[in-house]
């Protein structure tokens, strides 16, 4: 069903083909699965998600493999409950917004949420899943002051509200605002989604209110925690993969933890989906994620030491890729990259500087900076000419794209570029040709890097000359993520690179929140984030017009009732990015490699993202098996 469809009729039915009546269906065991588990029959929901493979152009796939893949740090091993993406509601290949942990979903009026669950269904455990883990989420942690002391989530508060909740039966729950929240459903599809459902019974023995206070102590006391709520905060880990201990509703579950290097990660045997034939998903009996070091992880997957590899590849490695496919029985596939732009210069809006704050402030500033970039010839020496040159902006998937959103105030220009420095009045320039700043100092911008990318520093030394021709000296500066990030809050950051929007491919229906000052960790505006974060207490407040009118939209969006106000509100947003510059975006339209080596169903042709995309996610990795 589509998306607005639904929305106006208020229910949303799940858009996965379905392969007929349950119950006509032969339910098959897995091979050598524990035999001590109920039968499959007892494992799956009453009305498990049924998928017709083959009318998504796919094979029914078969049991068993392992799968391994590679990840540049321990905790990557939280990327199987990204990629595995069993959400109570989820994008398909076609970003419709459909129910899948989740029987079925009615909408009202866009405030009034009754969710329905799948009778039978059950965590990794085998306890049943329903009603009462979204009620223990709600009254017992989200709105429980020592669990959740910055109080509700934004994506539960409509008008500064939160809802009234109520459980209808053991299966059904509904949330009521007062006012259309427009962000509730989209959030649960996230790639991290904020798990509005929590297994009670798992979490209620670390919970003062339910918990023996002995058992408590002790256990608090093995973690060095000072008190139940810090130890039910390091068990209550839904996103993270380290709790082996805590069930799931993934199609993998982590099986161990006595290892930092290799994780094993199980098929869940409770798992909801099946296909026509009648077997359960996952196809693949396990995923072992190994940790290597994240520079070595393109030539380890060239040597075919992974099954199926895209984290810590880029489009610099598939010439290196594609010599090793015949040796190593590998084919590298490429998709279409979900980001708004390969990368990003981002002016810090918020700098402590003032006279730097002030420039950076200047529209004209700001332009000159983009049409001083020659972005041709960084798409042909970095991307072999085959990404489009740009802006940071939604990309022609978008059901939101319009050319000038990429094209204004992105055209190589050096002599306007230089008219508006002139203008600005940055006339003067000292021996080496480089432009004088207002106090005199020579107009010399540093621009930060996370030191984890050559193609942004690639870049940099390539936009360094064509800047050199307007009379602004770059010096690109290689630090860590987390010193990037403290240098935005302290103010000290100039400017930066970045990737682009996570999201270069939203519908109207999803959260604009990239295009307005509402994130902290943003590099662009922190302490405008932070102000809104921190509801006044933190930051500073907004003294910038383009700014407020961003923030008025995203508010405007937040309490929108329909697809058609939505969309008005993003392409006005998407007008003010495009009109200021806010950020400088390079080339867009990379392909991503994907490298597969005896795994089928992986799609040659596929959207590689994080939201929407949950990078293999909306591909549904749990119909992927192993040739072998």
């Known amino acids: 069903m589509n998306f607005k469809k639904a929305l106006a009729s208020g229910v949303f039915l799940s858009a996965f083909a379905l392969a007929g009546p349950v119950a006509a269906l032969e339910l098959k065991e897995i091979p050598g699965l524990d035999p001590n588990l109920p039968p499959v029959a007892e494992r799956v929901p009453s009305e498990p998600l049924v998928v017709d493979l083959e009318a998504k152009g796919r094979t029914i796939g078969k049991h068993g493999g392992s799968l391994n893949t590679l990840i540049g740090r321990a905790k990557d091993v939280r990327l199987i409950n990204v990629w595995g993406y069993a959400r109570l509601m989820g994008y398909n290949d076609k970003l419709e917004l459909v129910p899948d942990l989740l029987e079925s979903v009615e909408v009202e009026d866009g405030r009034i949420f009754t969710l329905h669950t799948r009778e039978g269904h059950k965590w990794s455990d085998g306890h049943p899943f329903g009603a009462e883990d979204f009620r223990y989420y709600f009254e017992d942690v989200v709105t429980n002051e020592k669990l959740t002391p910055s109080g509700l989530p934004p ?125 359960q998903l996952p196809y693949i009996d396990e995923v072992i994620m190994t940790v290597a070091d994240g520079k070595l992880i393109p030539a380890k997957t060239q040597a075919g030491e992974s099954n199926l590899q895209a984290r810590n590849l880029s489009f610099s490695d598939i010439t290196v890729l594609k010599k090793g496919e015949k040796l190593n029985d590998y084919v590298t596939a490429l998709w279409s990259n979900a980001k708004g732009s390969e990368m990003s210069i981002l002016p810090n809006l918020t700098v402590k500087d003032p006279v730097w704050r002030k420039l950076m402030r200047d529209t004209r500033f700001r332009h000159a900076l983009s049409i001083g970039i020659d972005r041709n010839l960084l798409n042909r020496v970095l991307f072999f000419g085959l990404g489009t040159p740009g802006n940071d902006t939604v990309l022609s998937m978008s059901p939101l794209y319009l050319p000038e959103y990429t094209r204004k105030w992105a055209e190589y220009d050096p002599e306007k570029a230089n008219a508006l420095l002139d203008e600005i009045g940055l006339t003067e320039r000292n021996g080496k040709g480089i432009r004088l700043m207002p106090d005199g100092r020579p107009l010399e911008i540093i621009v930060e890097t996370s030191g984890e990318s050559e193609t ?20 690109a500066k290689p630090s860590q993520r987390d010193n990037l990030r403290e240098r935005a809050i302290t103010g000290d950051l100039v400017m930066s690179v970045w990737w682009g929007m996570d999201n ?23 302490a405008w984030g932070d102000h ?18 961003l923030m008025e939209l995203y508010e405007a969006w937040l309490v929108s009732k329909t697809p058609d106000e939505r969309t008005a509100i993003w392409q006005e947003m ?26 089928k169903n992986v799609p040659l042709e596929g959207i590689y993202g994080w939201d929407p995309g949950a990078h293999y996610g909306i591909h549904r990795m749990d119909e992927f098996y192993m040739a072998k």
């Open 155 to 279: 994506f539960l508060l409509a008008d500064g509200k939160g809802p009234k909740f109520e459980v209808i039966d053991e299966t059904s729950v509904r949330f009521t605002w007062d006012a259309p929240n427009p962000l509730f459903l989209p959030h649960l599809a996230k790639a991290r989604p904020p798990f509005i459902y929590r297994p009670a019974h798992y979490l209620k023995q670390y919970h003062e209110k339910y918990g023996d206070p002995d058992f408590i102590a002790s256990e608090a006391a093995k973690v060095k925690a000072r008190s139940w709520a810090p130890l039910h905060g390091k068990k209550d880990e839904m996103y993270s993969a380290r709790n082996v201990d805590l069930p799931t509703l993934q199609p993998w579950v982590r099986s161990n933890d006595n290892s930092d290097l290799r994780f094993i990660l199980e098929r869940n045997p409770y798992y909801h989906r099946i296909d026509s034939t009648g077997q």
């Open 504 to 526: 270069g491919i939203p519908t109207a229906d999803m959260d604009p929140e990239e295009l307005a000052p509402v994130q902290s960790e943003s590099l662009t505006w922190h």
């Open 456 to 475: 942004q520093s690639d870049a940099l030394e390539l936009i360094a000359e064509n800047w050199k021709d307007i009379g602004v000296k770059l010096f």
């Open 574 to 599: 998407l007008q003010i990015h495009a009109d200021e510059t806010i950020r400088i975006g390079l080339v867009s339209g990379v392909r991503q490699p994907v490298v597969v080596k005896g795994v």
């Open 532 to 549: 809104y974060e921190t509801k006044g207490s933190g930051g500073e407040p907004m003294d910038w017009a383009p700014a407020k009118r």
